[in-house]
């Protein structure tokens, strides 16, 4: 696959078209009918979570978010293909691969409401918090993987970055580190081509994204992001090579980010709307729904039946979790070392007793 | 027991938790092979092979960086960074994720690694060489600052900053790697992290200091001693947590605080003790508490260093003034 898809020939892998048409069939990934629609209904579950959060901020009941909108395919795609025991480093626009590692909707709900407690990622296995410093994570994925690989542990770490990210050092140390090393590790970019304003093209002069990997000494494909089996072939193509041969690998997604960089953001200000429209062709889950429905597996009536349960789930959930969740005094002292200094512990005793004099005085 | 200087005995430290830990691991520029530009880690790669004693890339950043990562997948890494001024490319994984993993996963994710970090000034060295920043690391949530100033101690900190789940700078004294030979138990002992050790009790003034500067208030307290003044002198050991217990008890006991310090004077380590003295033992105070540290200024190149670095004569004179106010 890395042979036929070299960066240096810019050649993008993709499995189906804008019609959900198969137009590469050696590539398309071994899946039963039956996983093809858990993909399509992981998607919907995403993109629906996604609206309603947004829904959820503009009602002032969430913070700031970043959106997913039109790039589900690529984190639901890792997701299916990552194993039990793979690390997720996930830069922050990942909803597909957080829930698919066991991140509740719930946990998700208290991140964005301002928790710390969204990231215990209780029931998780090997993921890491979603990491705002753009690229750092990066290198928690290569130093990962240099610990599976000394511990002999057979796992593979997949760290995620956007478009804007490539241009940070931390993104070139870490696939330097990880090529010298040679450590199971697959670094993803969301080329979403923007970094909140900026576009892509004024990030690099790079042919594309996936090309960097050579300058390291490491695998590189360029993916179609949109095309969730392209993103399923790719991840597991790069899964097996990684964890067998140990070696790093880079994989570029190219999407579009359909929805503001993060509720704060205008994207209205920055690009036109032809440029909307003409990504809207390429938008996954319309592309995997043609393609279901050809194969008669999904209609519109299953489409909106589902659409409702979920949104009723969702809501459901939210509404819980607003009501439960707490932020005690104690939290903001508990956690900031694993074992607290005891001026800390004066800090907190220093604040309940005003506290106390606060209460008294009323 | 045996003579042991700073470098051997963090040396016979890292060989130690290499030997009965499989999940520790050192690496750096120059840590491997050559075993350190210092030699701090000569012989260790040979011993326990290049899996675990290794050169890295030549990037601060990806060091901490990727350190994070083996820290939270299970490992114990021992990082370096050759010289104290190099840090600074690893500035964001350190204020962004080491000191904040552990509070941002609600405790889900330890991050036990260590950064040995050569620190301070007196070696007639290039720019970036000379630099002394607890205190921009002690001022970080979620890190804890440790300075040893003896063999003994370098070594019983180190190894006590190894088994610490919480991450930790190791500060060594590099002006003294080699100034001081002690005898120094071969076997494993630690020096608990947050401890400062009371060096000498005295009764007229409380002397607080650590790292490279213990030698030249010791040097001050013979001229002190002469004079007829009686000098309680404190080992801070590690800078935060700070032992304000120890340190307080002391200043309560002299009526008198100087703090000695190689760091730039605003905003530093003195600073903290000034406010403790003022915080906790204001009322038993018979003079103004006292800083003695470089100026606020970058360090100068060799040829004015002189100018820059405390002498004991510098430490006396503030010594008796404080005495005799």
Redesign the interface.
């Known amino acids: 696959m890395f042979d036929q898809f070299d960066p240096a020939d810019n050649k993008m892998l993709q499995v189906i078209d804008n019609d959900g048409k198969v137009i590469a069939k050696e590539w398309m990934p071994q899946l039963t009918d039956e996983e093809m629609v858990k993909l399509y209904k992981d998607m919907l579950f995403v993109r629906t979570l996604d609206f309603m959060i947004v829904s959820y901020q503009r009602q002032g009941r969430v913070y700031t978010y970043p959106p997913n909108y039109g790039q589900e395919a690529i984190s639901v795609a890792a997701g299916a293909v990552m194993r039990h025991d793979d690390w997720l480093v996930p830069a922050f626009r990942e909803l597909g691969a957080y829930l698919a590692k066991g991140m509740s909707v719930k946990e998700i709900f208290m991140f964005n409401m301002g928790f710390e407690e969204g990231l215990r990622l209780k029931e998780t296995h090997h993921m890491l918090p979603m990491s705002v410093p753009i690229a750092s994570q990066l290198l928690h994925a290569a130093g990962i993987a240099y610990a599976a690989k000394y511990l002999k542990k057979d796992e593979v770490a997949f760290g995620f970055v956007g478009d804007g990210g490539t241009s940070e050092g931390d993104f070139h140390e870490a696939l330097n580190f990880a090529g010298v090393w040679k450590v199971p590790v697959i670094f993803v970019v969301q080329n979403n081509q923007y970094a909140i304003s900026v576009p892509v093209k004024m990030q690099t002069a790079s042919l594309n994204m996936a090309i960097k990997s050579k300058a390291y000494g490491i695998k590189g494909i360029k993916v179609d992001g949109n095309d969730i089996f392209a993103m399923v072939a790719a991840f597991r193509f790069a899964q097996e090579y990684a964890r067998k041969e140990s070696q790093a690998v880079l994989i570029e997604a190219v999407t579009y980010r359909k929805g503001a960089h993060t509720t704060s953001d205008d994207p209205t200000k920055y690009r036109t709307t032809d440029e909307e429209k003409e990504w809207d062709l390429k938008d996954p889950l319309r592309r995997m729904k043609l393609f279901l429905e050809q194969k008669n597996l999904w209609t519109n009536a299953e489409e909106e039946r589902i659409s409702e349960e979920y949104k009723k789930e969702i809501d459901r959930q939210f509404v819980e979790t607003e009501e439960t969740v707490q932020y005690p005094l104690e939290d903001v002292f508990k956690y900031t070392y694993a074992e607290m200094p005891q001026d800390l512990r004066d800090q907190q005793i220093e604040h309940e007793k005003f506290l106390q004099w606060k209460t008294a005085r009323k | 027991m045996k003579a042991m200087n700073i470098v051997s005995a963090i040396n016979d430290a890292l060989d130690i938790k290499l030997s009965e830990d499989k999940n520790v ?1 050192v690496y750096g520029e120059d840590v491997g092979f050559e075993g350190g530009v210092f030699r701090v880690t000569e012989g260790l790669q040979k011993k326990y092979g290049v ?2 004693v290794f050169d ?2 030549l ?1 601060e ?2 060091i ?12 114990r ?1 021992v990082v370096e960074m050759q010289f104290c001024g190099f840090i600074y ?1 690893a500035f ?2 350190i204020i ?2 080491v000191s904040r ?10 991050v ?1 690694m260590v950064i040995r970090l050569p620190y301070g000034g007196g070696i007639n060295a290039l720019e970036h060489h000379s630099e002394s920043m607890e205190s921009i690391f002690a001022h970080i ?2 890190l ?1 600052v440790v300075v040893p100033s003896t063999p003994h101690d370098a070594k019983g900190l180190l190894i006590s900053a190894i088994e ?3 991450p930790i700078l190791f500060l060594e004294p590099k002006r003294i790697y080699r100034a001081i030979k002690q005898e120094v138990s071969e076997e494993k002992f630690s020096v608990p992290i ?1 401890k400062a050790k009371v060096l000498a009790q005295g009764t007229d003034v409380t002397v607080v200091a650590y790292g490279a500067m213990i030698r030249e208030v010791q040097k001050a307290m013979v001229m002190a001693k002469e004079a007829g003044y009686s000098v309680e002198l404190i080992d801070l050991r590690t800078i ?3 032992d ?1 217990e120890t340190v307080t008890a002391s200043i309560k006991k002299t009526g008198r605080i100087i703090f000695v310090g190689e760091e730039p004077r605003s905003f530093g380590v003195g600073s903290e003790i000034m406010a403790l003295a003022n915080e906790e033992a204001f009322l038993h105070l018979e003079a103004p508490p006292k800083r003695v540290t470089a100026f606020d200024v970058i360090v100068p190149y060799p040829r004015g260093e002189h100018h820059y670095m405390i002498t004991p004569e510098k430490i006396f004179y503030e010594i008796e003034r404080t005495i005799k106010f």
């Open positions: 691991v899996e675990r890295s890339p990037a950043s990806g901490v960086g990727t350190a994070v990562g083996m820290a939270v997948a299970g490992l890494p490319p964001n994984q962004s994720h993993m552990h509070n941002r996963s609600r405790g889900r994710h330890k036990p949530p979620g804890k610490s789940d919480d947050g935060y947590p700070l304000k």
